[in-house]
DNA sequence: CACCGATGTCCAA
DNA sequence: TTGGACATCGGTG
């Protein structure tokens, strides 16, 4: 069962609109805290996945991050696919286009 | 370019 | 209650 913690990075990421991503500073932000590390561990866990749209959180370097648990894999390739199918495109594991980071202070 | 510490949370013993 | 781990970040050499 979720923590309060986990419970506001889900409530945070569902306010991600489709076709736009976020990054685990900006999340982190968002939940209150500074450490994006946490957010990490919230998303690995994920009770909620996939209703929970966690492969829209990338690292803030506009990289794919890491996702199933490992920078690159099977599930790094399934991640890029979903956002590449949401018209977030990525080049060499790098975000083509950074304006598609939703911030939620605008 | 590469390495290390910092930061907040979760899990297991 | 204590220690280790994590899908990271930022600064420094």
Redesign the pocket.
């Known amino acids: 069962m979720p ?4 419970d506001r990075v889900y409530a945070a990421l569902k306010k991600v609109p489709r076709g736009r991503v976020t ?3 900006i999340l982190a932000g968002q939940v209150g ?6 957010v ?7 009770p909620f ?1 996939p209703r929970v749209p ?1 492969h829209r ?1 990338i ?3 506009l990289r794919i ?3 199933g ?3 690159s894999g099977p599930q790094i390739r399934r991640k890029r696919a979903l956002l590449a199918s949401e018209g977030v495109l990525f080049s060499k594991g790098v975000l083509a286009d950074p304006a598609r980071v939703f911030r939620f202070f605008p």
Do not use: H, I, M, P
């Open positions: 923590t309060s913690f986990e990054t685990y500073k805290c500074c450490s994006a590390r946490a990490g561990q919230a998303l690995k866990r994920n996945a966690c959180v690292a803030s370097d991050g890491g996702f648990g490992r920078c």
